[in-house]
Each structure stands twice: as C-alpha cells, then as structure tokens.
C-alpha cells in the first residue's frame, strides 16, 4: 500500500500523468457572495482595473474582494455636498445597498477641483458606517467607470455585480448573462436555501439613456422561441434544446431592443412550439409558470406565458418580449393584467424567430408601464407614425352593457370616461350582421363558418412544413430513426392538419385576405388626420381558470371570435388594464381579485395611434401602470419561495 508521502507514489502518479498526456482547464466562472443578506454574483471578467487605495486593504475579505461605491461627479457639484446628493439618490437602485459605502471611489474629469476629503475618511450623514474615499481617476474619459456598486479585488480589478432574484414563478427557461459584445451564456450562479433558479440583475446606476440608446438599462426577458446569440433556443421543447446548437446572431426583434440599450437577463417560458395550452393539462417538457394573480394557482395563459407571469411577479423585470399569432401576447396580458400589443402584421421581420405561421406571427411586448412600453415599440417598430388626434367614432364588440357584475361595472366606468375624454358615444358592432349585409362575393353567409377552420388551418400546416418536419427529420438522423417527443397541444393541432390537403392552405390564406379586405372597406378604414377612422373594444372577459383542475385532451382552435380580428385582418389590438374584480377562490376559500383588462383596436399600421392614447389616458388618471403582487395594483404574492 503506498503511503501519502510515499516516493514511489509520486513517482507512479507523475509517470500516469506523463503517459496518459492530461490536459487541465481551469476557467473561473465568477462567484457568490453575501453582501448586507443580500446575494450577488460577480463575473470573472473585470469591468476595468484601477489603483487599488491601500487604505482599503483590510476591507478585503471574500475572494480577495471589498465592496465599494463609484461616484462620479460632475464639474458643478464636486463638493462633499454633492458627494452625499449622489449617493443618497442611490437609494433607490434594487442593487445597491450602503454594504458598498465600504469605501467611495471618486471619478470627476480633469481641471475639477473636488473639495471633499480625498484619500481619507469620512461618515455620510445617515450612514451606519466610516467609509474610505479616494480618488479613482481624474481625466477626460472620468466618465468610462459609471457611478453605482462595485467589487474590487487587491489587483485592482473592478466588478460590476449583478443582484440574484429568486425565478419563483418559474418564469426563465435560462437566466443569462452577456460574455461578450456579440454574446450570452447562462448564468453559473444560485441563491442558497432557494429552491427555484436566480436571475441576475445589473445596477439601474451604470446605465444613462441617450437619443441612441433609448432603453439603455431596461431589464428584458425573452420568450425562448427567439434566437439570442450563444444560447440554445428550446421553443419549449426538450428535444430541440437538446438537438441543434446555440445561436450564432440574435433575432432581429432582440438584435434591435439590445442596440438600443436593453439588458438581456434571460430567456423565458413558451408553451410548446408557441402553441396554446393550458398550465397542468397540456404542459409536459416543461412547467407551466405561475400566474401571480388572485390566489396564484391561475392560468398564466399561453404562449408568451414566462413574459407574462415574470412581469405580473417581478419588479425588478422592467419588459418581456413575446409573440402573438392568435393570441399569445393578448391572453397573458389579459389574465395577469399587463400592457400588451399584438401590433399590425409586419412591422419587424422575424428572423431568427421559430414560426407558428408566418401569415399571423407577430413579435410585441408584455410590461407594467405604458412609458417603458412605448419607448421599445420606437425602437422594435422602426418608423412607425405616432398621432395624437382620435378619431370620434368608437365601436364596441361583445361589451357589456349593464353592471351585472364587478367586472362589467369596472369595463362600463372606463367606457364612459373613453367616451368622455374621446367627446363621442360608443357604438355596439355586431360583425355578424354586419357581414352578412355587406356580404363579399361568393363569400358563406355565416361568418363562423367561413372562418371556422382558417386559424388552425394555418398554424397546422405553416408550422409542419416550417418546424416539425425538419425537426423530425434531424432528431431521427442523430438518434436511429427515432422520434422526438412532443406536448399533446401541438400534436392535435398538427394531426388535424396533416387530415387536410395542402390546397387547404391557399384557401385558408384567401378567406384570411377576403376578411381583411371587408374589415378594411367596412370597419375600420385608414384615415390621412387620425391614422384610424375608429377604435374597437373587445374585452375577454374575467373568468378563473385554475391551473389544479384537469382538463379533457386538447382540442383543434376552430371557429372565429373576437381574439382572431386582428389575426385576420393584420389590425394592432392592444390589452389595457383597466382594474380588479372579485371572485372566490377554491383554493384559499377568500374572496381575491383578478385583472379587468380591455383591448383596443385600430386600422393596420395605426399602432402609434394607439400607443399615443394610452400615454393621454394614464396622464388624464383614466389608466395606470400596473404593479406586481396579488392584484394589478399591488399586495403580497401568495406563491412565494
């Protein structure tokens, strides 16, 4: 037996080594640390090296780390006072917390005599502690180290950390972070005692935004159908992650919001393929997210299910990028009572994006505030036209018309303030009758019918030729002719398809072109003052749907309604919150609220006409941003790890 401090051990393990010709790696993937019970990961590459103060050579302790607080000050305010201004609006930043007043390192440009006490100590007023101040750089570039959280190594390496948040509604298939200009990976990082993943999160405080960066420092969640460079894309399928490499570019959806300054934080939940289905009955690859509405055992809807549910939970998650195709946006948005759009068809290519059907797909946002909300359509829209006269003629579809309940008192109170601010009298549409007086030629009398198998026509057979075929194909060359597994959801839809002869399709396409040539000439017509000669209201209604409860298989999306207007007719529909209704819930036995949420249409390509209106609305207090919690406008979430 060889001993541990045996000669001939070492030299049989050195001879092993030498023979079996090892190679080592050692790449260091950043680290955890505890900051004020705060948690934080740090990356392992430096944000820049500076001067390590001696002064602060005690103050190192984990990983050879000390915390500390940039500030850069301006030519103006280089004063003590202007020193405890800056950091006193710190406050207000998710990151940041007075364990970083460790020490402050001073930025301000040259010719700028600061009088404060550089290179000694001080207490801030309020502070808990003595910090350290010392001058970080003084030239023209003062500027390149932005003022916020640090970490700073005894080399002096320089860290911008990001603050780790519990993913408990299961919203992120993959938390990510940026390696590089052109690049992501995922983020090799946890909380401790916590049972569900972390998303990391950058300082509000690094960011500044400019004409060019519009949206710089808004945190954003993609839906994980959309290609991000150096991340594998699942379209909520196991076997595709698993199949086809990471993406060498960016979707162009994502490629624009990133231009423009957006911080990706991580891809988030779709239903299967961006198929509808319903949380507990038809999710199997992957858990559906938790609606954090009402009781917090609701529907989160489908498809851009992780934006919404992240949205409705998160205050740290400023936006989510969806898609809608028959209503993907629109239904999480409804349930969980977010602002969501479903814009004119065509306004961004959707390269890089997996298909549904490339005649309905649409790539839209999900979010809180109407502000952030129109700041990224400027930029995912380029050259949309915005306008700030109405139009007087307000149709509704379907809309309530007496308070039989909470949630039609709350719909007709927002009417009527519409009404009001618009000076007009809304007038119930009934498209039915509609169609079949101003009926097209050699169009079917009953506009169900005609319409009845367009929709799952068009997603079944687009998405079989687009996706599941070459999909099958690659997975059966790799794995000895095998098959992938798939969601019952997309089976059903993509069976009744291939029942179908693809001369199906051409129709399916020309009745969607005979509808929307009627809409356009009937309904809503284009209009050179006002975009748009009306504005359409739908709602969807207030209804639980428990995610506990099982349902039969899943069915084929025939028939027509209110939610495949804008399909068919490439019109934006965008979701408004509007307010709360009460229910009781089976699951708390306690009366809860969920959201009442309108929708809003215009003629194609009037988007900025709507984007428009509701900024005029929440400034005229007609509607708010929502918050996350229990109901739009706050309270403790009941599902919470």
């Known amino acids: 037996m060889f001993s541990l401090k045996s000669p001939a051990l070492f030299i049989f393990l050195s001879s092993l080594f030498q023979h079996l010709n090892w190679a080592i790696s050692l790449t260091s993937t950043g680290q955890t640390l505890v900051l004020n019970d705060i948690p934080y990961y740090v990356p392992a590459t430096p944000f ?31 004063s003590l006072s202007g020193l405890e201004q800056a950091i006193d609006a710190f406050g207000v930043d998710d990151v940041w917390n007075e364990g970083f007043l460790e020490a402050i390192l001073v930025s301000y440009a040259t010719g700028v005599k600061p009088i404060i006490p550089l290179n000694g100590s001080f207490t801030l007023p309020g502070a808990n502690q003595s910090s350290l101040i010392s001058v970080l750089q003084s030239n023209n570039s003062s500027s390149s180290i932005p003022s916020g959280p640090y970490f700073l190594s005894t080399s002096g390496s320089l860290y911008q950390p990001l ?26 990082a946890n909380i401790a005692g916590i049972q569900s993943p972390a ?15 519009p949206l710089a420092g808004v945190r954003l969640g993609v839906k994980d159908i959309y290609d991000v460079a150096g991340v594998r894309t699942s379209d909520g399928n196991r076997a595709w992650y698993g199949l086809f490499p990471p993406a060498s570019v960016n979707a162009v959806p994502v490629q624009r919001l990133v231009d423009a300054g957006a911080v990706i934080v991580g891809k988030m939940k779709t239903s299967q393929f961006a198929n509808g289905e319903t949380a507990t009955a038809d999710w199997v690859d992957y858990h559906s997210p938790f609606n954090p509405r009402g009781d917090g055992y609701q529907d989160p809807s489908s498809s851009s299910s992780g934006p919404g549910a992240g949205e409705g939970s998160y205050p740290w998650l400023d936006l989510g990028l969806g898609s809608d195709t028959g209503g993907s946006i629109r239904g999480p948005s409804q349930v969980q009572g977010l602002f969501g759009n479903r814009p004119s068809h065509g306004l961004v ?36 036209p915005f306008y700030n006269q109405y139009p007087k003629t307000l149709y509704t579809v379907d809309y309530p018309t007496s308070a039989d309940n909470e949630a039609d008192a709350v719909l007709l109170a927002f009417l009527a303030k519409l009404e009001g601010f618009l000076s007009t009298s809304a007038t119930a549409l009934n498209l039915s009758t509609l169609w079949t007086n101003t009926l097209p030629a050699g169009a079917d009398p009953s506009l169900d019918e005609f319409l009845n198998i367009t929709y799952p026509i068009l997603i079944s057979k687009e998405q079989t030729m687009l996706v599941r075929d070459p999909f099958y194909a690659a997975y059966a060359a790799v794995h000895d002719g095998r098959r992938p597994f798939v969601d019952p959801a997309p089976l059903v839809r993509w069976a009744f398809g291939d029942s179908y002869p693809n001369s199906t399709l051409t129709e399916a396409v020309a009745n969607k072109t005979v509808f929307q040539d009627w809409w356009s000439a009937n309904v809503q017509r284009n209009d050179s003052a006002t975009c748009s000669d009306s504005l359409l209201l739908y709602t969807a209604g207030v209804n639980p749907l428990y995610r506990n409860e099982y349902n039969g298989p899943p069915q084929v999306p025939y028939g027509f309604g209110t939610s495949r207007i804008s399909p068919f007719t490439e019109v934006p529909d965008f979701v408004i919150p509007i307010g709360s209704a009460a229910y009781n819930s089976t699951i708390t036995l306690h009366t809860e609220f969920l959201p009442v949420t309108v929708d809003i249409l215009a003629a194609k390509g009037c988007d900025g006409l709507i984007f428009n209106l509701v900024q005029d609305l929440q400034a005229a207090g007609i509607v708010n941003a929502s918050l996350t919690g229990q109901t739009i406008t706050g309270g403790e979430i009941l599902l919470r790890m």
Do not use: E
């Open 48 to 78: 820049a090296t500076v001067p390590f103060p001696n002064s602060l050579q005690s103050a190192a302790s984990a990983g050879g780390l000390a915390p500390v607080t940039v500030v850069v000050l301006s030519a103006s305010n280089a």
């Open 163 to 188: 603050r780790l948040y519990s993913d408990f509604a299961g919203a992120f298939t993959q938390p990510l972070i940026r390696v590089s200009n052109s690049a992501y990976a995922a983020l090799p």
């Open 199 to 213: 998303v990391g999160v950058p300082s509000r405080l690094y960011y500044t935004k400019t004409a060019h960066q």
């Open 349 to 384: 290519a959707l390269t890089g994006v997996m298909p549904l059907a490339p005649q309905l797909d649409t790539a839209g946002f999900l979010t809180r505030d109407p502000a952030i909300w129109v700041a990224a359509a400027k930029v995912l829209y380029v050259d949309l």
